[in-house]
């Protein structure tokens, strides 16, 4: 059995060669199959791995994944001093979740490892729980019904209620704290849009993991820009206080859609020059590098606080 790996999780492995400047403590991992031409049965518009994209399946946004003997990289990571978790990208095709729970049984008792995975409902979820998965993501990308609709209703996979309605199962399994969904800033949302997306999950107990959209040759929507990287920061800002210092929906003021002033909260002006709001978020010892951009920058999720072109 194969799985994918990330090009830098395989360098850190010592399955490539390359090096690696952001510290990554998270080996990413990919189901694989050739089924489907190796892509997506979903039609996400703005994924390289969706069904109707002219991408290529061996990338996932930016990074290119490449397959390997699963029972390799299983010993790899067993031997890794470097890394704390695994994560699990699954892939939408005929036996997802059968593979899914092989990978897990490979990896059990090696380290902890989270799932991003679409809505399997809660028999599913306790499945994966009991095969070791410790964090799941249930990705919702867009922030709104109508943009859910526009961009990943296509080809009539997922609808908005239906995965609401499984990451309520998920947290039901997993519990609060532990269930992850993913917000794309750039899919036609405003400011308002964004932030109520944000307050909604926080009350479910689901911590939101931000992605710019990022556009790569291929995509059903190519020629469109990621959002103004001042815009993305203002949104990683919202979420910071959001998640991380408890902020409430009157501390934050919009014009016209726009996120506009904070109030009634101190120290804005010194967190907002620091650089922790605007590091990658996500499951424990996730950073992603150069996953929504470019190396040469600018960083729209920085890897580390060490990173350089903040913005």
């Given at each position: 059995m194969k799985v994918r790996v990330s090009d830098a999780t395989a360098i850190v492995l010592g399955l490539a060669r390359g090096r690696v400047d952001a510290p990554l403590r998270t080996a990413y991992l990919m189901t694989y199959s050739t089924l489907e031409g190796g892509k997506c049965l979903a039609d996400c518009s703005f994924c390289t791995l969706a069904s109707s994209s002219a991408s290529s399946p061996d990338y996932l946004?930016?990074?290119?994944?490449?397959?390997?003997?699963?029972?390799?990289?299983?010993?790899?990571?067993?031997?890794?001093?470097?890394?704390?978790?695994?994560?699990?990208?699954?892939?939408?095709?005929?036996?997802?979740?059968?593979?899914?729970c092989a990978l897990l049984e490979a990896l059990r008792?090696?380290?902890?490892?989270?799932?991003?995975?679409?809505?399997?409902?809660?028999?599913?979820?306790?499945?994966?729980?009991?095969?070791?998965?410790?964090?799941?993501?249930?990705?919702?990308?867009?922030?709104?019904?109508v943009l859910f609709i526009k961009h990943k209703g296509r080809g009539g996979f997922y609808r908005w209620e239906r995965h609401v309605a499984s990451i309520r199962e998920a947290v039901e399994v997993f519990g609060r704290g532990n269930v992850y969904t993913y917000l794309i800033v750039g899919l036609g949302e405003n400011d308002e849009e964004a932030v109520r997306f944000l307050f909604d999950?926080?009350?479910?107990?689901?911590?939101?993991?931000?992605?710019?959209?990022?556009?790569?040759?291929?995509?059903?929507?190519?020629?469109?820009?990621?959002?103004?990287?001042?815009?993305?920061?203002?949104?990683?800002?919202?979420?910071?206080?959001?998640?991380?210092?408890?902020?409430?929906?009157?501390?934050?003021?919009?014009?016209?859609?726009?996120?506009?002033?904070?109030?009634?909260?101190?120290?804005?002006?010194?967190?907002?020059?620091?650089?922790?709001?605007?590091r990658t978020t996500g499951c424990p010892d996730c950073n992603r590098p150069f996953y929504n951009e470019r190396a040469r920058g600018p960083l729209y999720n920085l890897p580390s606080l060490r990173a350089v072109g903040s913005g």
């Open positions: 946004s930016r990074v290119r994944w490449r397959p390997y003997e699963l029972d390799v990289v299983a010993a790899a990571l067993s031997s890794s001093e470097v890394f704390r978790r695994a994560c699990l990208q699954v892939v939408n095709y005929p036996g997802f979740l059968r593979d899914t008792g090696r380290i902890p490892v989270s799932v991003s995975i679409m809505p399997i409902g809660r028999g599913n979820y306790q499945r994966l729980k009991d095969g070791g998965a410790d964090k799941i993501t249930i990705p919702m990308d867009a922030a709104t019904p999950f926080r009350e479910l107990g689901v911590s939101v993991a931000l992605h710019s959209f990022t556009s790569v040759p291929g995509l059903n929507i190519e020629g469109s820009a990621p959002p103004e990287l001042s815009r993305y920061r203002r949104i990683q800002l919202a979420r910071h206080l959001i998640f991380e210092k408890g902020a409430a929906p009157a501390n934050f003021v919009f014009s016209g859609g726009d996120l506009s002033e904070v109030v009634g909260i101190g120290g804005i002006a010194e967190l907002a020059d620091s650089e922790e709001p605007f």
